[in-house]
């Protein structure tokens, strides 16, 4: 652990929820222990120690011009959803597969690349945050899902 990053407080701590009695539906929201005004595109829901933006609205993203502190603040938010939140995820997954056994309830509880969105909105653009899919967290996670369970 690099001293440097004692400021920044980061604490590896993340899951992943889903109401396992109802079916699974898109609107996974994404929590920093409250939740927070964003929707993932996931099927489940994301809690996680991230790093927020200063209006505490989004998790912060990196993007090509980003250095510094915020960099490291969004490095940390991609490797809390993949080395934390992905693990949890496909732990989610396997409860589900206990409960529900196969068919489209269980199939529709795992992330699709596919159904993602592709870009923020535009004003988003001139901000922190990085347009198109580099840097897109949710996306992270749901590769790194897909990845775990490949394996």
């Not at 109401?19 to 595109?41: E, I, R, S």
């Not at 997954?93 to 993602?116: C, F, H, M």
């Amino acid at each position: 652990a690099d001293p440097a990053n004692d400021a920044l407080k980061l604490v590896p701590w993340a899951g992943a929820a889903v109401n396992l009695m109802a079916p699974p539906a898109p609107g996974g929201v994404a929590y920093c222990f409250l939740p927070l005004p964003v929707q993932t595109g996931l099927s489940f829901h994301v809690n996680g120690f991230f790093e927020l933006s200063s209006n505490r609205r989004d998790v912060w993203r990196g993007h090509r011009d980003l250095a510094g502190d915020g960099a490291k603040r969004a490095l940390w938010n991609l490797a809390l959803l993949r080395d934390v939140a992905a693990p949890c995820a496909l732990r989610l997954l396997a409860k589900a597969a206990t409960l529900w056994g196969p068919g489209s309830r269980y199939d529709n509880l795992w992330p699709l690349l596919s159904a993602l969105p592709d870009e923020e909105p535009q004003e988003e653009h001139h901000r922190h945050h990085q347009t198109g899919k580099e840097g897109d967290p949710w996306r992270a996670l749901a590769s790194a899902v897909l990845a775990l369970a490949a394996r």
